[in-house]
């Protein structure tokens, strides 16, 4: 018999160690990343590490009454933003994980794994429901995590005769 809380997912589908880099408004971070069918899967805590101080910042908890991840956008992540260690290579099996989350007092479901006993959330989701972009940089292999108050950061296209500097050009997709 298999249950599932949040969106439905596939029981046993297999996630990939990602190899692609991780940037943060132009800095990389080393985050720890499984690709499941296609899509980019992150520790829910390590996306808050990475957004403090940034205009998408956003505070994790629980209510256990509730049985809800419980997230506050605008407030600050409360624990140590160290993130963890990047160690997994290869395949491993994902869950279907809980995700039931509250935002702002609004209920969702979001597409949620459990690898190695961690919930692992869509990182597009993720920025659909915390108010920031998510792009892929194909040239640089490089997923890109937006966040801005105003107006998105400008990204130019390099020129033909100059090497790609930087991340190089965001998509959002």
Same mark, same amino acid.
């Given at each position: 018999m298999v249950c599932s809380m949040g969106v439905t997912t596939a029981f046993g589908a297999?996630?990939?160690?990602?190899?692609?880099?991780?940037?943060v408004n132009g800095q990389q971070v080393k985050m720890q990343a499984y690709n499941i069918n296609g899509y980019n899967y992150f520790k829910l805590r390590d996306v808050a590490k990475v957004m403090v101080g940034t205009p998408a910042e956003f505070y994790v908890g629980w209510d256990?009454?509730?049985?809800? &991840?419980?997230?506050?956008?605008?407030?600050?992540?409360?624990?140590?933003?160290?993130? =963890?260690?990047v160690n997994a290579t290869g395949t491993k099996t994902a869950n279907p994980g809980n995700g039931d989350v509250m935002v =702002? $007092?609004?209920?969702?479901?979001?597409?949620?794994?459990? &690898?190695?006993?961690?919930?692992?959330?869509k990182l597009r989701d993720l920025? =659909?429901?915390?108010?920031? $972009?998510?792009?892929? =940089?194909a040239g640089q292999k490089c997923v890109n995590i937006l966040s801005y108050s105003d107006a998105p950061p400008v990204y130019?296209? %390099?020129?033909?005769? $100059? %090497? %790609?500097?930087g991340i190089g050009r965001a998509t959002v997709i």
């Open positions: 297999t996630a990939k160690a990602s190899q692609d880099k991780v940037a256990a009454g509730a049985q809800l &991840i419980v997230l506050n956008k605008d407030w600050a992540y409360e624990g140590s933003t160290v993130l =963890d260690k =702002d $007092e609004n209920s969702i479901s979001l597409s949620a794994y459990n &690898i190695d006993g961690y919930n692992y959330f920025g =659909d429901a915390l108010g920031f $972009e998510v792009g892929w =940089d130019e296209e %390099p020129s033909a005769d $100059e %090497p %790609p500097a």
